[in-house]
């Protein structure tokens, strides 16, 4: 174990922190190094997939923007005392390099290895950076871009690696495109937990409105919210479409894999999914989000002309049913919106994830010598 290099990640909050995490992990284990993961109690719920080799280290962290003032008053004090705790960890077990990965619980091991000037970079998964990592972009010596183009700081280059993406994903990656035609097509619309209500409410009716001539063979797979689901059932079958609605789906990457079409929010890790399989798509940025970041997501993919970009407030039915119409009726620009998505995809994300972390490794002992 001495012998081995060590690399800390920091990451919590959410799967969308914790996941391109994991993927590094997995990548660095590989390669012969130690992995600590730091978080704190949130963020090691969301740690159950990470490899066993990881050794997770709570650490003390809050937010500032969310809770009651008794909460916003104690968060400081809980922040300096995870940054006291990494820091002395880092001197007990000096880490060859630190990756943060957003989210309030990587402050502590950011602030501990810009203090001890240990070698660090960050990923950041959106097209614009988080609150924490725009906090310590000038304070690392890379910032690995997920979602390219992005929105950075005036001063800090970005370095564009891509999202990673799970194994079944890269399973079905660049799986082949059968463009729409007189024969059963598949539309996916997938919303995620947050904010899907206005695809069930939209996306049904404009399906409804379509020609003839492409909505007879259209088959649609349609995540809703449980409060949703029974209404969005009824109305497909109302109007003689074939629909498989449900809140959950098991295997997304194999109905992307068979649609012709995908009809989506625009979260990192769903861009990601979408160009890498390369699918033509419909992105729908959640208008809520903190400083409008899925619209920064979907802007990589509308301007590869892989995707078509609908603010919340253009999506009306009409609208919605003119596009779903002017893609699946039209095989050519189905098929080139296809390639342009794929081309558009980065399954060498992990790949490049963990040679930039190596590089930052060597660099530092190549400066020792």
């Known amino acids: 174990m001495a012998g081995k290099p060590l690399l800390i990640i920091a990451a919590g909050g959410t799967g969308g922190h914790m996941f391109p995490a994991q993927a590094l992990a997995e990548a660095m284990l590989a390669h012969g190094w130690r992995v600590v993961l730091s978080t704190d109690a949130r963020g090691a719920r969301y740690a159950g997939g990470f490899p066993a080799d990881v050794k997770i280290e709570q650490v003390s962290s809050a937010t500032l923007s969310r809770g009651g003032i008794l909460a916003k008053v104690l968060a400081p004090f809980q922040i300096i005392a995870g940054c006291v705790g990494a820091t002395l960890a880092m001197l007990r077990d000096r880490p060859d390099v630190v990756v943060g990965f957003g989210g309030y ?24 950076l988080g609150r924490v990592n725009k906090l310590f972009a000038s304070r690392v010596s890379r910032v690995a871009c997920g979602t390219w183009p992005m929105s ?19 399973a079905r990656a660049a799986a082949g495109y059968i463009p729409p035609g007189d024969y059963p097509m598949s539309i996916v619309v997938i919303g995620g937990s947050q904010g899907a209500r206005i695809l069930s409410d939209v996306v049904p009716a404009a399906i409804a409105r379509l020609p ?19 209404r969005v059932t009824e109305f ?23 649609a012709q079409l995908v009809i989506s929010r625009a979260g990192a890790s769903s861009v990601a999914d979408i160009s890498v399989i390369g699918r033509p798509s419909i992105l729908v940025p959640l208008g809520i989000a903190t400083d409008d970041h899925q619209t920064a997501n979907a802007r990589g993919l509308a301007e590869a002309g892989g995707a078509v970009v609908m603010a919340e407030d253009t999506f009306t039915v009409e609208a919605v049913a ?33 040679d930039l972390t190596l590089e930052l490794a060597q660099s530092q002992h190549k400066t020792q010598k």
């Open 212 to 230: 003839e001539s492409v909505s007879a063979n259209v088959r649609v797979i349609h995540q809703a919210r449980g409060e949703d689901e029974a």
């Open 105 to 128: 619980p990587s402050i502590p091991a950011l602030t501990a290895a810009t203090l001890l000037r240990r070698p660090r970079m960050l990923h950041e998964q959106n097209g614009v």
């Open 322 to 354: 003119a596009q779903i119409s002017g893609i699946l009726g039209d095989p050519k620009k189905a098929t080139a919106m296809a390639q342009a998505a794929l081309g558009a995809g980065r399954p060498d994300a992990t790949q490049a994830l963990a």
């Open 152 to 170: 950075l700081p005036d001063g800090i280059e970005g370095v564009p690696t891509g999202n990673p993406v799970r194994e079944t994903v890269l």
């Open 236 to 258: 497909y079958a109302q109007h003689g479409i074939t629909a498989h609605v449900q809140p959950f789906f098991d295997d997304i990457p194999t109905l992307f894999a068979e």
